[in-house]
T-cell receptor, first 118, second 116 residues
């Protein structure tokens, strides 16, 4: 079974630009979550999608957005990039059974996209 | 507020020695608890998890952790460290609350070094 695939692996963007990152979850998984990892702030939750609906959102500005498609693939977009957006962005998928908690199911992580803003 | 604290950002042990990585959480509801490992330039891999039942949980690569509700702790141990255990370890929690299950709250991480 293929794991979680994130593309691209590395990205360099200029301040003020926008960027779109992609995540393909494990086949059959309907929940996709996104995390930002930085040396200073650690791992922070961005948002979670389940069956094309955003189910939960972290404390990030509106410049960070995402969506999920009918095949469960997800994208996240960051507009008007700032230097502080430089980070490793991780995507995780899980079965996330139903509309309930699902918090006891394992989240499988991709290798991440390393975004550098210059 | 819900939070996770990992004591010690860096832990160094000798090969063959006991590994003990500490994790405490703060929560108003009983959480689900996880330990993840991250190797350089990689994503996170689940080591073990506690959801319900037996409080001593065994995971991959010889790791185990014990959930102690009275101490709000979930410390990770391994009896004998191996060089390949050198990595960063993250403790995380999620909550059995409607629509909150997909959100993991992570500790700051503990970098484990193993000396030959």
């Amino acid at each position: 079974k293929a794991g979680v695939t994130q593309t691209p692996r590395y990205l360099i963007k200029t301040r003020g630009q926008q960027v779109t990152l992609s995540c393909s979850p494990i086949s059959g998984h309907r929940s996709v979550s996104w995390y930002q990892q930085t040396p200073g702030q650690g791992l922070q939750f961005l948002f979670e999608y389940f069956s094309e609906t955003q189910r939960n959102k972290g404390n990030f500005p509106g410049r960070f957005s995402g969506r999920q498609f009918s095949n469960s693939r997800s994208e996240m977009n960051v507009s008007t990039l700032e230097l502080g957006d430089s980070a490793l962005y991780l995507c995780a998928s899980s079965s996330g059974r139903g509309q309930g908690a699902g918090g006891n199911t394992e989240a499988f992580f991709g290798q991440g996209t390393r975004l550098t803003v210059v | 507020a819900q939070s996770v604290t990992q004591l010690g950002s860096h832990v160094s042990v000798s090969e063959g020695a006991l590994v003990l990585l500490r994790c405490n959480y703060s929560s108003s509801v009983p959480p689900y608890l996880f330990w993840y490992v991250q190797y350089p330039n990689q994503g996170l891999q689940l080591l073990l998890k506690y959801t319900t039942g037996a409080t001593l949980v065994k995971g991959i690569n010889g790791f185990e952790a014990e959930f102690k509700k009275s101490e709000t702790s979930f410390h990770l141990t391994k009896p004998s460290a191996h060089m390949s255990d050198a990595a960063e370890y993250f403790c995380a929690v999620s909550f059995p609350i409607y629509n909150q299950g997909g959100k993991l709250i992570f500790g700051q991480g503990t970098e484990l070094s193993v000396k030959p």
